[in-house]
Every structure is written in C-alpha cells, then in structure tokens.
C-alpha cells in the first residue's frame, strides 16, 4: 500500500485538496460529459467493489468446457484430474474447476449470489498487451483520452446527484481506493470536484486524517491540540471571508478522522462482524492482505451507504501473468480469491446489504495451450464474476452465461477458446456500461461504445 502522500503525488492532488469543497477550483464536469446522455435518477443507488486481477487471468477456473479438446491438443499435458473420463474428475457439474475455487464458484450461484459471464471475449483492438488493455479496461473505452471508469461515475454523480437530501460535497469517503493509485481513477478528459476524488485507506484504517502531534502547541494534550487548532481557523475564516473554503475543508479533514477513528479502525470492523447461524462464528475472512482489504471494502460499503465505489487489486495473492508454472500456482491463487469473495457474499447476505455489487475481470484471459514453460501465454477470452446487488433493478444473479470453442492448431502455442457463433459475448467495455446503467445512464454506450451487459432472459442460462 502506498501512502497517503506518495497517492496523492501519484494522482497530481495536493495534500489539502481531498477534502476541499469544489468551490475551490473551476469544475468543468457538466461541459466535459456528452450532451446525449439520457439519464434517470436510480430509484436505489448501487455501490460498486471494483476488483480488478493484473496479468490477465486464465478462465479456466470457471469454463473447463472444452477441456477434453483442450488437453488433446496441448504441447504439454494438463493433470489427470481434469480429464472428464476420469472417476476422480476435478470438474464440477457446470464445468469449473473445482480445486480452483470452482467448487465455491457453484455453491454462490446455487445461492443467488453470483453470476458468471465466461464470454468477455475483445473483438475491437484485439491487443493483448498488458498495458493497453489494463488502461483501456479501467477506462471502460479503446480510447485512452478518455477518464477512468470512476471518475466518470464521479462526473455523472455531480452532474445529476441521485442523492435527494446531500450535496455531492457533502458526501462521505464516496471514492475509495485500497490499492492506491489506478488507471480507474485517471481524470482523462473530465475535471471532476475535489470532493469526488478517490480517498486512499488501508486495509487496518491506519486513519491518514487524524493530525499527528505539533511541537508548537502543548505536546501534553494532542485532544486539546486539535481543539485549538480548529478555534484557530475559525478564527481565521471568520476574519478573512476569502478562507471560508479551506476552513470549510479543515472542517472535512475532522468529519473524516472522527469517522474512521469511532466507527471504522481495525478493532471496530472486527467487532461488527456479523455471526454466521450456520456456524455459530463471526464470519471469517482469509488472514491475508488480500483478504483483510476485502473485509475492509464490505465493512465501509456497509457501515457507509454514500461510498459508491471502492477498488482494490488483487495484491497479496500474486500475479496473474502465469506465463510458467501454471498449473501449480494458478489454481490455489484462484482458490484463495473465492474463498474471500464467497465470506463477502456471506457478510452482504447476513448484513441483508443487497446494494453492494462486486465486480471481478482483469486485462484479458490466457491461451489454452501449456506452453514449454508450463503456463498460458496472453489469450483473448475471460470471465467476469460479478457478485451481490440483488436490491439493483434489472440486475441478474445465479446466471452462468456463454458458451465456448477450442480454436488452433493442434501441438502449437496459439490455442484458445473463443465464444460459439450461437453464445452470447461482449466486449470488456461492457462491465463499465453496465455500472453506468446501474447508476441512472440509459445509454450507457455515449461513453463506453459498448451496450450494458444484457442481464435480460433472453440470455440464456447455461447453468446444468
């Protein structure tokens, strides 16, 4: 994680400016969104948990589909396990992997509580270099001048505010990130308020807004430090009309701190937990960075209803470059992701907090060939799971969609599976189109070029 100071370097913020109204700055988000949106209030506002898996996963965790093809043609062997004729089979009933989270993959959509589309498949610049794809993901659009998937959400949020009784700069933590500074963030062709930008917390909520000690007040009461300082401002304000706003934000930075310091510090968020009837235990998240940022991430979505999007990446679990060793590593990775994401679609279920969408895809999906190397060079096709959000209108969840071929040439490195000319597919850009969909845009495609996912029964469901 990095800090507080080198995030905001990164971003191009200053220090003061995370908690500055918008009143401070020229905002130029209502000249800079197209004119042809169409836009609706929601009539309940989602919050999004933006996990995205750098290096391009393999989507063979959730589509063994074509396996038996797949194995018959790869220059290298896959395990025995995963040959279909085998009583021992490691392939579930709708085809995923079982040791690789597969099995935690059919028990959240037997529950309701996920979908899986196995068909996010790029026809438009068909790339596969890490870092277009990345930018182009998180940006939710091939052109790269354009703003990061939240902060166009942000410039949507200030243009049309779905919330009835707060102002956008009114709003608290609405833009979170536990991974520092990403591409999702980039401000692109968008000025959007101060007040919007993403507020970078770890995964402990070690609070980067409480003030540390000051060696020109009395060091033997930091409390009363922090009283004086305030009287101090408003002091100042009061005297000189033209630093209203940044007593305005000095206010902010106290609103913040308090927050995090009684209602959101590491203890607290354990404490909340909820327990599990099934187990007579609190719920209990993997012990591990990645695992602690996730139950971070539900806690303040749930303690919290105005932080509408929160990212993180998949740090602590590794990489998903899996170019060697694949067949060893990727499968416990992927199993220890599932295994987070399913006690978070536990505490959602129990907290009964239906408004909270977690969203998981990364910059592509792999070949199917095991190269010389024992991996997966850079493929084209790859999953989305998406979890949560029953309360959302439209939203479809316990869906397993898209269907898939082997395509290549036998014994070579260039194998891979594509959808069927019957499937369903679409590309990436889609994911960021459905968020804005879910958000009030009722053509989302002005931003992306992509429709929204369609979520609709007339795709069917491939679920055995």
Same mark, same amino acid.
């Given at each position: 994680m990095i800090t507080r100071r080198q995030f905001l370097k990164a971003a191009g913020i200053g220090g003061l400016s995370l908690m500055a109204p918008p009143l401070l700055w020229k905002n130029e988000v209502q000249a800079a969104l197209p004119d042809a949106l169409n836009y609706a209030a929601p009539a309940v506002i989602p919050q999004v948990i933006h996990i995205f898996l750098y290096g391009g996963p393999s989507e063979l965790a959730g589509n063994l589909t074509n396996i038996e093809e797949i194995a018959a043609n790869s220059q290298n062997p896959y395990p025995s396990s995963l040959d279909p004729d085998n009583a021992n089979s490691d392939i579930t009933a709708n085809n995923f992997w079982g040791a690789a989270g597969g099995d935690i993959m059919e028990q959240l959509l037997d529950n309701g509580q996920m979908s899986l589309y196995r068909t996010i498949n790029r026809i438009k610049d068909d790339n596969k270099g890490h870092s277009r794809c990345i930018s182009q993901n998180l940006v939710g659009n091939l052109d790269l001048s354009k703003a990061g998937i939240a902060t166009t959400l942000a410039a949507i949020i200030d243009k049309y505010n779905p919330f009835a009784n707060k102002q956008v700069d009114e709003l608290l933590l609405p833009f979170v990130t536990f991974e520092g500074n990403s591409r999702v963030f980039s401000p692109g062709d968008?000025?959007?308020?101060?007040?919007?930008?993403?507020?970078?917390?770890?995964?402990?909520?070690?609070?980067?807004? *409480?003030?540390?000690?000051?060696?020109?007040?009395?060091?033997?009461?930091?409390?009363?430090n922090d009283q004086k300082l305030e009287e101090l401002a408003q002091i100042q304000s009061n005297l000189f009309p033209q630093y209203e706003n940044i007593n305005n934000a000095l206010i902010k930075r106290a609103e913040l701190a308090g927050f995090i310091e009684s209602s959101f510090n590491s203890e607290k968020i354990i404490e909340d937990l909820p327990v599990d009837p099934g187990t007579g235990q609190k719920i209990q998240y993997p012990d591990s960075n990645f695992g602690n940022r996730l139950r971070a991430a539900v806690s303040l979505a749930i303690k919290n209803p105005e932080s509408i999007f929160i990212s993180l990446g998949s740090g602590g679990l590794g990489g998903w470059d899996d170019h060697s060793d694949s067949l060893t590593r990727y499968p416990s990775r992927i199993q220890r992701l599932m295994e987070a994401l399913q006690? *978070?679609?536990?505490? %959602?279920?129990? %907290?009964?907090?239906?408004?909270?969408?977690?969203?998981v895809f990364g910059d592509f999906g792999r070949n199917v060939n095991v190269n010389d190397s024992k991996g997966w060079d850079h493929g084209n096709n790859q999953n989305l799971y998406t979890l949560g959000g029953a309360d959302i209108p439209d939203r479809a969840l316990g869906k397993l969609v898209g269907k898939t071929r082997r395509i290549g040439t036998a014994f070579q490195n260039r194998q891979f599976t594509s959808p069927t000319d019957d499937s369903y597919q679409c590309e990436p850009f889609a994911i960021a189109s459905t968020l804005f969909k879910y958000f009030g845009v009722r053509n989302p495609e002005v931003l992306t070029g992509e429709p929204a996912i369609d979520e609709s029964d007339n795709i069917p469901n491939e679920r055995a």
């Open positions: 968008l000025d959007v308020p101060l007040a919007l930008r993403p507020l970078a917390l770890d995964a402990n909520f070690n609070n980067p807004y *409480a003030r540390s000690r000051n060696n020109y007040l009395d060091a033997s009461n930091e409390n009363d006690a *978070a679609a536990r505490h %959602m279920a129990l %907290m009964e907090a239906n408004t909270i969408i977690i969203n």
